[in-house]
């Protein structure tokens, strides 16, 4: 096995306390953290030295506001895990959360710790950036 399979077998061990986690054919693991989807993959980039790669989706399809943009990148500086990312598309802007870490030696309660503080963080951000203010409609909330 694997130094990448082998910690990806932890991280899903982790993760399955909490969440439904899915394997994808490329051995990446996918799950939902509330309404936020994660990603997790493993990759050893020198001998010995092994990292697990988490990314969230936030939110996708935002108005394409400079204010929201701001305020996002404000966010951005606020966060001890993980690094925020906004990118315009044709619809409005995406925004994501990733963090990396080399996780060689972390057993599975430790992992499991850390990740959760991730994905919590992610999901945070979702909830002040997006306010539902009905059932089925999303508003954005905007940085004063």
């Known amino acids: 096995m694997t130094p990448e399979a ?17 394997a994808d054919d490329d051995g990446s693991l996918t799950f939902r953290h509330g309404e936020v989807p994660c990603a997790v993959q493993a990759m050893q980039l020198a001998e010995g030295l092994v990292v697990v790669s988490l990314t969230c989706v936030v939110a996708w399809d935002l108005p394409d506001d ?10 951005a500086g606020q966060g001890l895990f ?11 802007m995406d925004v994501t959360l990733r963090y990396a870490f080399p996780a060689h030696g972390l057993e599975v309660a430790p992992l499991g710790t850390l990740l959760l503080l991730v994905v919590s ?5 979702r909830a002040d950036l997006l306010g539902n203010t009905e059932p089925g409609k999303t508003t954005v909330r905007r940085s004063r």
């Open 6 to 22: 082998e910690l990806l077998g932890r991280v899903r061990e982790a993760l399955e306390l909490y969440h439904d986690v899915t």
């Open 82 to 92: 993980g690094t925020l990312g906004v990118v315009h598309t044709e619809r409005g």
């Open 121 to 125: 963080t992610a999901s945070q951000l």
């Open 66 to 75: 400079p204010a929201l943009a701001v305020s996002a990148a404000e966010r």
